[in-house]
């Protein structure tokens, strides 16, 4: 009767730390439910979903861990070992996910700094488009002609930022070579009048246009305007487009390249039979 007590009340006392075992995990996951709701309420409307979304999962997978490890106290599991075998885990999971590593906390820094925003041109480790993702362990960008190209955000951290974007307005430099039998002043009111009557090109600063070079076939002109950067490329292509027609239409010629080559002695062409 003694042993049946016995076996009886072991099993409950087990019994009771199973479910407080699993009373301390359901409770810390409704607790990490709670805590997401409310980090959402808070920052969904602040920061952009790129940014709070991976904050969020670490905060909710950090308070069920937790949970998770207060729970086993409970069933009587020592935490000593678990940690000691962890840390031994850790240790070598650490160095064959250095680089994971190293992207993931290059990743927090980036959405904390936030030197680039999904959308914005920009250039970085030698390449050139538009940002299409950003997450904690890569960014990736959009290139010119539709090519996705994934960085890791190590690489990004590091590497020379160019953001498009950001600026107020970015200049538009278009050179060209005309004919030395040009008229130095119409050909600038002809680039300047060019300028002030594109819709993109800023008051202010304003437009400007000089001569930048006498070249072997032709003196070089040099007109530069700013525009807001998302019409940038717009902008210098419509520039480019109309340069030809207005130079046209005011008879200034856009010279090829020649070579005159003078002689100034023939030497006699002597002519031997045999």
């Known amino acids: 009767m003694r042993i049946n007590e016995a076996v009886i009340k072991g099993i409950k006392t087990r019994l009771t730390s199973i479910a407080l075992a699993i009373a301390v995990l359901v409770a810390s996951i409704l ?127 590091t590497s020379i930022i160019t953001n498009y974007y950001r600026t107020r307005a970015r200049r538009v430099e278009i050179r060209i070579g005309l004919s030395y039998d040009t008229d130095i002043g119409k050909a600038l009111e002809v680039l300047r009048r060019l300028m002030d009557e594109h819709p993109f090109c800023l008051v202010n600063p304003a437009p400007e246009v000089f001569v930048q070079d006498y070249g072997d076939s032709a003196i070089v002109f040099t007109m530069r305007c700013w525009a807001p950067p998302p019409v940038w490329f717009r902008t210098k292509v419509e520039l480019q487009t109309r340069l030809k027609e207005e130079l046209d239409r005011a008879g200034i010629e856009i010279p090829f390249p020649q070579l005159d080559l003078h002689v100034k002695d023939v030497p006699p062409l002597r002519v031997s039979k045999k």
Do not use: C, H
């Open 31 to 157: 607790f990490a439910l709670l805590i997401r709701r409310l980090m959402r309420r808070s920052l969904k409307g602040r920061l952009p979903e790129y940014m709070y979304k991976p904050i969020e999962n670490i905060v909710f997978y950090s308070i069920v861990f937790a949970g998770g490890v207060a729970a086993l106290y409970p069933l009587g599991i020592n935490l000593s070992g678990l940690i000691v075998a962890g840390g031994i885990a850790g240790i070598v999971i650490g160095f064959a996910s250095q680089q994971a590593v190293s992207n993931l906390i290059s990743g927090m820094f980036l959405l904390m700094e936030q030197p680039l925003r999904i959308g914005d041109p920009v250039s970085l480790e030698g390449v050139e488009g538009i940002v299409s993702d950003i997450n904690v362990f890569s960014t990736k960008v959009r290139t010119w002609d539709g090519t996705i190209v994934r960085i890791p955000n190590s690489k990004v951290f």
